[in-house]
């Protein structure tokens, strides 16, 4: 049997990993500039977690979700601590696109309307309302496809108050990312998040924030709607959470009723994942790796703003979008085989996307600054 080829693969493999480190199986040493997709937080194979997991492994790794589960309720006091949502709930899922679906579900049953509110540039994942709500034509199947999904421009308040003028009744949801990863590193204006919360509050919709990439600390805030001081609904989570064991979660405001069945799944928040989950709550905590964040991303910027083809840096904390004046896949490609450093693209063509662990160290930023100085300046 063949892989079904959906990935356009590098031709790099992997076999070791360490901190901000990846060895291929020639030996060659990388360094990992992109977490594998906004993934690793705390680092590849971080002690800690490792033992985590082992400890874990010796004891139960997996039973399904109709019996107690300590590390779930650990793992939601834990990030309620951290985030300063302790009196949400938590509903525990595998992925981005499954927070994303279930929390669409949710606010659906909530407020028994049907309508959801998205916008241009986003992405909430591949499931089937999560896709719908995706701005991308080329991944949206003709069965996720409904009239139901409305698309409204990003950072656009005339157009968003006007849309609820005549849908607002209808409007279930709105869902906005935190900060656009795949978009191009996209910052919203706080006026507008503000807006989109009155508007929310007005047609008693449910305000669902995305912060699967721009979640768990790599904006420099817990959450990075914290920075703007609205309060969400609904928030999902994934990505960083877990490290890269598989998980998700959902945060709901206390006033969502919860009833039995009303969400399930057989994997989520399973006994190995809470492991990995809590393991990287109390590495963010112990290591302060918020504040390495905002001061890793903050010289990161100040060294390569003046470096020649930069346009502009769109950055909150790690996540870090380098505007070039042209396309941006030669630097990338030049970056992985030439420097052997690992960086993101997205979207928006000439934005190179940045997402490094949170506890980066600045010796590694230097490799990454002095390799892209050099790139950019023989172009
Ligand atoms: C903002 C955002 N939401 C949701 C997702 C989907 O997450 P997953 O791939 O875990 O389903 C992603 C993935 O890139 C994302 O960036």
Known sequence: MNLFNVYPLFSINPVKAQGSFLWDDKGEKYLDFY???AVI???HNHPYYQNKLKDQLEKIS???NSVQNELQT?????????SGYEDYNLFLCNSGAEANENALKLASFHNGKSKVLYFSGSFHGRTSAAVSVTDNPKIVAPVNFSERFIKSEWNDIKQLEEIFEAQGNEISSVIIEGIQGVGGIMIPKAEFLSKIKELCEKYNSVLILDEVQSGYGRSGYFFSHQEFGIEPDIITTAKGMGNGFPIGGVLIHPKFQATNGLLGTTFGGNHLACAAAIAVLDVIKDENLIKNVQEMGGYIEDEIKDFPHVKSIRRKGLMIGIELDQDCSEVRKNLLYNHHIFTGNSNDKSVLRILP????RKEETDLFISALKTVLENM
């Open 35 to 37: 977490g594998g997709h």
């Open 357 to 360: 662990a949170l506890n980066i």
């Open 62 to 64: 997996f039973y399904s």
């Open 41 to 43: 937080s705390i680092g």
């Open 74 to 82: 650990e793992l939601a006091e834990k990030l309620g601590k951290i």
